[in-house]
T-cell receptor, first 113, second 116 residues
Framework: AQSVSQHNHHVILSEAASLELGCNYS??????LFWYVQYPGQHLQLLLK??????LVKGIKGFEAEFIKSKFSFNLRKPSVQWSDTAEYFC???????????FGKGNQVVVIP | GAGVSQTPSNKVTEKGKYVELRCDPI?????LYWYRQSLGQGPEFLIY????????DSGLPNDRFFAVRPEGSVSTLKIQRTERGDSAVYLC??????????????FGEGSRLTVL
């Protein structure tokens, strides 16, 4: 079964700072990779996803993620965060052809104005 | 409705009681998922429906948990003889799972269950 590791559960940073959240997964086969975000008081929603092709994926709100197959990683980045990026971010993976998503524990990100 | 709807949003019950949680997916989505999120954890897979049938129920923790989707739309998660450890947010999600599928799950806001 696949598992997902996210480190630095709590991240506090100032507006305009750069953000990078690490995500590592354990599964040797072909995978689909996702980042979901949960803003305060809202439901989980998709930020970006990788299925195949260019390993650098761009999502909504200026976020991007890079799939590095050799490192089993799918790190999320944003060059300059805003106060509105305060949220919890979850990395998720499913094995190709499998319907169950495995989520990491999440990163609680607080952006100080 | 426009999104996945879950009811109730909050449920407080006593240990040993029976609980039902309802999910109304996005119209036209054939796939429906239940996840459970405990405090400080990411969502944990429980069960997946494709149409009316449970295609994968391997995430249900024990036989006190059961879910149905009799008409291929609304689903109900049923928990018998609740225990304090069942306290969590129960999330429902739906997706297309057809040729137009983008792989994205659309989540509801969840049902927060507290077992006293």
């Amino acid at each position: 079964a696949q598992s997902v590791s996210q480190h630095n559960h709590h991240v506090i940073l100032s507006e305009a700072a750069s953000l990078e959240l690490g995500c590592n997964y354990s599964y040797g086969g072909t995978v689909n990779l996702f980042w979901y975000v949960q803003y305060p008081g809202q439901h989980l929603q998709l930020l970006l996803k990788y299925f195949s092709g260019d390993p650098l994926v761009k999502g909504i709100k200026g976020f991007e993620a890079e799939f590095i197959k050799s490192k089993f990683s799918f790190n999320l980045r944003k060059p300059s965060v805003q106060w509105s990026d305060t949220a919890e971010y979850f990395c998720a993976v499913n094995a190709y052809g499998n319907n169950r998503l495995a989520f990491g524990k999440g990163n609680q990100v607080v952006v100080i104005p | 409705g426009a999104g996945v709807s879950q009811t109730p949003s909050n449920k407080v019950t006593e240990k040993g009681k029976y609980v039902e949680l309802r999910c109304d997916p996005i119209s036209g989505h054939t796939a429906l998922y239940w996840y459970r999120q405990s405090l400080g954890q990411g969502p944990e897979f429980l069960i997946y429906f494709q149409g009316t049938g449970a295609a994968d129920d391997s995430g249900l923790p024990n036989d006190r948990f059961f879910a149905v989707r009799p008409e291929g739309s609304v689903s109900t998660l049923k928990i018998q003889r609740t225990e304090r450890g069942d306290s969590a947010v129960y999330l429902c999600a739906s997706s297309r799972r057809d040729s137009r599928d983008t792989g994205e799950l659309f989540f509801g806001e969840g049902s927060r269950l507290t077992v006293l």
